[in-house]
């Protein structure tokens, strides 16, 4: 917490605006609006209640098919079961580590032969790193489908100067408590174009028709954010820079630490990246390092109660996804295979982090 927050719930209790809408919501869209760029914001209970109205929104029905990047958390694919759709798990490309342009034309171009045009593609920016939009919204100019961005992991990261999520037709953020700020749990829906955003206000407040009695002709959802989850929000939001900063500096410091072990090798910002380092992250390769893997520094880490964990395992080497068609080309398991989420809270101390690096570096002497 930044401090900040308080004040705001405080404020949400003396005017007792407890339940889902409220000023607090209504300003905590337009701070949105504001950092981010996006003409119009729906603050929604969650970032997976934000995919899955997207979803909705871009006409995905039973039996559609809408392509997936691979290499993410399941909360990036779940929406799409919801409807009964089917993803289509596209592999990572080894700049960003997100979704592949070239296997992205390759997989609609199959697609398409086989008479299951994509509704939509839901890149990644992992860990934060902007994807390749440039790429990724020509292929979906060419082929007339719409982008939404899952940019959960990527507030406060920017491609060529521009707020990740707000490229594609719609975006989505998280402000679940892993986030670089968070509401508690909470997410938002995010586009330039009103009607779309203005239709999922009203699907998240159960899709009540305008009538003096409760009248449904559409089946809705309980998806709004709460006054006090905005009330955090909005302090949250003051901090954001200064969480991003930090990140930032965890980063820097793992790299100073690191840069002379032997097969240790980071994410690097391609041009025009700008991430907000909300994990950082490191490859293992046991052949250069000595035979040290993966899970040997994770092990050695958890020996001293020191959380880390392997890099997401990529959805189409999911159980629940086994049927799916996927588009692969080892890049996302490898990632998966030699790839560890180090500490990175943004309240690290630099004790902390020296404990850390003492652990790490220990094991290549």
């Not at 609006?33 to 006409?59: P, R």
């Not at 045009?117 to 939009?133: D, E, Q």
Request: net charge negative.
């Amino acid at each position: 917490m930044g401090g900040q927050e308080f004040g705001f719930v405080k404020e949400a209790f003396d005017t007792n605006w407890i339940a889902p809408l409220g000023p607090h919501v209504d300003g905590f869209e337009r701070d949105l609006s504001a950092y981010t760029g996006a003409a119009n914001v729906a603050a929604l209970s969650s970032g997976t209640a934000a995919l899955h109205l997207a979803l909705i929104l871009s006409g995905v029905e039973r039996g559609d098919e809408v392509i997936c990047q691979s290499m993410t958390f399941s909360a990036s694919a779940n929406p799409i079961a919801y409807l009964g759709a089917i993803p289509v798990f596209i592999d990572s490309e080894s700049d960003t580590w997100n979704i592949d342009p070239v296997l992205l034309e390759e997989a609609i171009i199959e697609r398409i032969k086989k008479g299951k045009k994509p509704k939509a593609i839901i890149p990644v920016h992992l860990y934060g790193m902007p994807a390749k939009m440039d790429e990724i919204m020509a292929i979906s100019a060419k082929y007339g489908i719409p982008v939404i961005e899952d940019a959960a992991e990527a507030l406060g990261s920017t491609y060529n100067g521009k707020a990740c999520g707000t490229f594609g037709e719609l975006g989505i953020l998280s402000f679940n408590g892993n986030k670089i700020i968070t509401t508690s749990g909470g997410g938002a829906l995010i586009g330039d174009s009103e009607g779309p955003v203005q239709k999922a206000k009203f699907l998240a407040t159960q899709a009540r028709d305008p009538a003096p009695h409760y009248q449904h002709s559409h089946i809705g959802y309980n998806y709004r954010m709460s006054n006090i989850c905005a009330g955090i929000g909005r302090g949250q939001l003051l901090v954001l820079n200064d969480r991003v900063a930090q990140r930032r500096s965890n980063y820097d410091f793992y790299v100073e630490q690191f840069s002379s072990l032997r097969g240790v090798s980071f994410l690097n910002e391609a041009k025009g990246n700008f991430s907000n380092r909300w994990l950082t992250t490191i490859l293992i390769n046991p052949d250069q390092s000595g035979g040290i893997t993966r899970e040997d520094v994770r092990l050695a880490l958890e020996k001293d109660n020191i959380e880390s964990r392997p890099l997401w395992k990529p959805m189409h080497m999911q159980p629940v996804f086994k049927d799916a068609p996927a588009y692969v080309n080892g890049i996302s398991e490898e990632l998966f295979n030699t790839g560890l989420c180090l500490p990175s809270g943004s309240n690290l101390l630099k004790e902390e982090l020296e404990r850390v690096t003492s652990i790490v570096r220990n094991m290549w002497k």
